[in-house]
């Protein structure tokens, strides 16, 4: 390989850079700091250039994380790792935060665990292997799975904060990152972990072992490979003390009435037919449960986790003597998850030059959610679809009398006979215990091949390759899932009774139907996603020189086929429609379909002069169905003298939607949410039936799917910043950055078809007199977002009672982010520090603070994690005015934890690595988030680690 000195000026910051990327490795070699002479440094290709050269010189913003650092922070996962790194979202990304079902927007995403960098998604973040594409995972296909990375084969984690459009690809948009594994391996090791929680729960174990023979040098050949296993653990929300949604004194309350023991519904042609008034206040009752009413057995006697519906914190006077059942408690807040991964490598060195080489990647990974039993509500339905599905009342028969006539007579007793219409079924709103807690099963088998080539050209450097990528996914119901015409069947005729209390239990008939209409073992949806790319690049000096040195170039070429196909259960009849509330329905099939894209990029750096640098690089990019795009970048850095250099980058991006956007089919459900009233005569939606327009829409449905009309999206990066190196022992990085994204491609929230209706009218579909019926949630082209941020890395090295220690400080300062429905509006205020219900939660400020300490066979390292505070959530109640919570705070609390590690390498061939992770217990922050927005009561996953204080070991055996 050719190597080539650094330049003088350049000396005293390339030392500086390369030593805060590698100190930990090099303080485990060595006791005091090297007197070496500078020494030449190899060239070679860094995440965001095809160019090879010293990686220190780049003008691009990389983070570097070596293995040995990894495991140091005790660090087993992508996932985990991300979390450790400031760049990366606090979002919904995760498997703590996707815990819950997957929301229409995202369907699909059972067991994913996605990168986000710098809040632009995981389907804008490209995720490499040793440089080249993996394929996305089968059923969410648009984002690449990081449980499916072979992390223990890891040698080190290149992560481009930057745009990178113009050298890899259109959908480059939030970053890079490149997990690069060694080229070789000779010898044997086997490494095993464990981190176990002190409070239980949530476990992780790992096993590796990876092999190889061979010596490139001498025997021309080296073959490696290694595999890996990982077990995570279940998490439950009621393991946790912090997961409790009942904390209706700071303002936290379920907004729930589908309780044990059902809470009655006030429907057409039901037992209620009209508001009841309660006499206390002639305040009109709309859902009321007997338990609660006065001289009722209150409603924690309904059974585990029922509690009173608190209608001040949700200005929902008509639930005034409704209950509620804390379901955050009985959901999983961190999935269980399976995974064995294998990588392998053949390396042959055809001559000096060059050399041939096979890659293969496999994994197969089962993650399993578990959620809390069905929510089952009665329904007038408006629409033949609903009519199909909806579930039908408790009726009065001669089964069902007894338990009719107690709510009748509880309801009659206090609030009279008015608008009470005996012998009609009762409507309510129930959770099913008996059909106990629901289940999907998602299993990915994930592969990739490459055969690839690399070597020199006389004084170029070339690199080819043939790669094919697939994974496979299939999610399969577990418990908790039954075929809709037997379970409306088991409703009507009075089986199944939603009125009883604990210790009461259903009839031997009505289990026995239920276990007949069990849906457990039916596919739900079945995926794959493969892309076969062809792939050549060429990189070299083009002989002439500027006054800065050599100018040097790379141009390249690749062909790729992305294909795709998604499909529902393989019973015929009626689809996933005809299994109560499994996410998704038949109409999802979607037969294969494929696209073919070509690309022709080129790449030049120009030593303008010894202090300035340019690099110019452009891509264009030829979509099937979209035709083609050119995305330039330019880049810079200027270096005026040895201690200082800037740096700066524009580049724009161009991404198509995926084939899930495009062209699934549009799935119609019944809404069964919060109560909803018509925005168009309701400011707000919030139903409330002393105010005329307020009334509560019932029988509606929900649409979402694809939109074949969507147009591609469009960006622009921009970055400028300095890297700092006054003395060999300390460097400071500081870079601003910005994106801009428009006609960016989403599932319109219901926040936002409330917040906007101005602007969706059109997506609330109404009948001839008018009645809202249905409401259109599928993808669509929005305005688009801006976002601003400053990134910060700082490095100090020194000397301590005969050791070397490095102090490491990372932070993100987010500055802006805003958004837009029409590309005609301006942008919006900027929601950084601001809570935010669905997806990104945009902190201002974020760090990881490191110190470590080396001296002969130890390493210790201690690491603070901090995550800024924000402005909490506010329910209607008290946004209103009408009621303040005792201990309502408006701010979320900074949440900070602590990492310990120490590693020891006292026994030859032998390394342990002890560690305790969130040394403190801290739990995370209370905030007023819930379910209705994502995973986590009383705590968000974005932010918080549920698992508490952790202690890990591993050990690692070298042969």
């Not at 209150?298 to 585990?304: I, K, L, P, T």
């Amino acid at each position: 390989m050719s190597v080539r000195t650094p330049h003088p000026k350049r000396h005293r910051l390339a030392v500086a850079l390369l030593a805060s990327l590698c100190v930990p490795t090099i303080a485990a070699a060595q006791d005091t700091p090297s007197t070496q002479a500078p020494q030449e440094l190899d060239r070679v290709t860094v995440t965001g250039s095809r160019i090879k050269r010293t990686d220190i010189e780049a003008a691009l913003p990389v983070t570097v994380m070596q293995k040995q650092e990894i495991e140091q922070q005790g660090i087993t996962s992508a996932e985990q790792l991300l979390q450790f790194l400031n760049i990366a979202s606090n979002s919904s990304d995760s498997l703590a935060a996707n815990s819950g079902i997957a929301p229409p927007g995202t369907r699909g995403n059972n067991g994913v665990s996605g990168a986000n960098l710098r809040g632009q998604g995981a389907d804008a973040t490209l995720v490499l292997l040793n440089g080249r594409r993996v394929a996305t995972h089968g059923l969410a296909g648009q984002v690449v799975d990081l449980n499916s990375i072979p992390f223990a084969a890891i040698e080190r984690v290149e992560v481009l904060r930057d745009g990178a459009s113009a050298v890899y690809g259109t959908d480059a948009i939030g970053g890079v990152i490149n997990f690069i594994t060694r080229n070789d391996y000779r010898g044997a090791a086997i490494t095993g972990g464990v981190d176990v929680t002190e409070e239980g729960g949530g476990n992780i174990y790992t096993a590796n072992i990876i092999g190889g023979a061979g010596d490139l040098d001498s025997d021309r050949w080296n073959v490696w490979g290694a595999v890996s296993y990982k077990r995570n653990e279940i998490l439950r929300g009621s393991d946790r003390d912090f997961s409790n949604s009942f904390q209706a004194d700071r303002g936290l309350s379920p907004d729930t009435s589908g309780t044990p023991f059902a809470t009655v519904t006030n429907l057409a042609g039901g037992l209620i037919s009209g508001n009841l008034v309660d006499p206390r206040d002639g305040a009109l009752i709309s859902r009321p449960n007997i338990l609660d009413l006065p001289g009722g057995a209150g409603c924690e006697a309904g059974g585990d986790m029922m509690g009173p519906y608190d209608e001040r914190i949700w200005a929902q006077t008509v639930n005034r003597y409704a209950c509620a059942w804390d379901y955050g408690r009985a959901r999983t807040i961190q999935q269980p998850v399976e995974s064995v991964q294998f990588l392998g490598r053949a390396t042959f060195m055809l001559s000096d030059n060059h050399q041939a080489y096979v890659e293969l990647m496999g994994s197969d990974v089962k993650a399993t959610r578990h959620f809390e039993a069905q929510q089952i509500s009665s329904s007038i339905p408006t629409t033949p679809t609903a009519a199909a599905t909806a579930l039908d009342a408790y009726p009065l028969n001669d089964l069902t009398r007894e338990t009719y006539d107690m709510v009748y007579n509880a309801l009659a007793d206090y609030f009279g006979t008015a608008n009470l219409v005996y012998g009609n079924p009762i409507n309510y709103r129930w959770r099913c215990y008996a059909c106990g807690p629901r289940q999907i099963e998602t299993s990915t088998k994930s592969a990739r091949l490459v055969l690839g080539f690399e070597g020199s050209l006389g004084s170029w450097d070339y690199s080819a390759g043939l790669s094919r990528a697939v994974s496979r996914s299939e999610s399969v119901l577990g418990t908790g899932y039954y075929y809709t015409p037997q379970l409306k069947a088991a409703l009507a005729s009075g089986l199944l009774n939603p009125f009883l209390m604990p210790g009461q239990e259903q009839s031997e008939a009505a289990m026995s139907a239920l276990r007949a209409a069990s849906a457990a073992g039916v596919q739900l949806y079945r995926g794959e996603t493969t892309s076969t790319i062809l792939d050549a690049s060429f990189s070299g000096g083009l002989g002439f020189n500027l006054p800065g040195g050599e100018v040097q170039a790379a141009v390249g070429a690749d062909l790729r086929r992305e294909e795709y196909e998604f499909n529902g259960p393989a019973a015929a009849a009626g689809g996933n429609a005809w299994i109560f509330g499994a996410p998704g329905d038949a109409v999802n099939y979607l037969a294969p379909v494929h696209r073919d894209v070509k690309a022709v990029f080129v790449e030049a750096y120009l030593p303008l002069f010894d202090s300035l640098e340019l690099t110019l690089a452009g891509r264009h990019d030829r979509y099937d169905g979209f035709g083609g795009t050119t995305n330039p970048k330019y880049s810079f850095k200027y270096q005026p003298v040895e201690w200082l250099a800037f740096r700066g980058a524009y580049s724009t991006g161009f991404k198509v939607p995926s084939f899930a956007q495009l062209f699934r089919g549009t799935t119609e459900s019944v809404y069964t949410a919060r109560g909803l009233a018509d925005p168009a005569t309701c400011p707000g939606a919030i139903p409330n039936p002393a105010v005329a327009g307020c009334e509560e829409i019932t029988g509606m449905t929900v649409l979402s799917g694809g939109n074949p009309n969507l147009a591609p999206e469009e960006s622009k990066q921009k970055s400028i910043g300095f890297v700092l190196a006054p003395t060999a022992n300390f460097n400071l990085s500081v870079d601003w950055w910005e994106i801009e994204r428009i006609n960016t491609i989403r599932g319109v929230t219901l926040d936002t078809l409330i917040a906007e209706y101005d602007l969706f009218t059109a997506n609330w579909i109404r009948d001839a007199s008018g009645e809202v019926v249905q409401i259109d949630q599928r993808f669509v082209n929005t305005g688009g977002t801006l976002t601003r941020g400053v990134e910060l890395d700082a490095n100090l090295v020194g000397e301590l009672a005969g050791g070397n220690w490095r102090l490491h400080l990372n932070g993100n300062y987010l500055d802006t982010f805003k958004s837009k429905s029409l590309a005609s509006q301006p942008y919006g205020d900027s929601t950084v520090g601001l809570y935010e219900p669905y997806f990104n939660l945009p902190l201002k400020w974020k760090h990881t603070l490191g110190f470590t300490w080396s001296k002969g066979d130890w390493i210790h390292s201690l690491t603070q994690i901090y995550r800024d505070g924000y402005t909490d959530y506010v329910p209607p109640g008290i946004r209103n005015g009408s009621y303040m919570p005792e201990r309502w705070e408006p701010e979320v609390d900074d949440y900070t934890t602590y990492n310990y590690s120490v590693a020891w390498t006292g026994i030859d061939s032998l390394k342990l690595t002890f560690g305790v992770r969130n040394v403190l217990n801290t739990d995370p922050p209370f905030t007023l988030r819930y379910l209705d927005h994502g995973d986590g009561a009383g705590w968000d996953a974005r932010v918080g680690d549920p698992r508490g204080r952790a202690f890990t070991l591993q050990a690692e055996y070298t042969f």
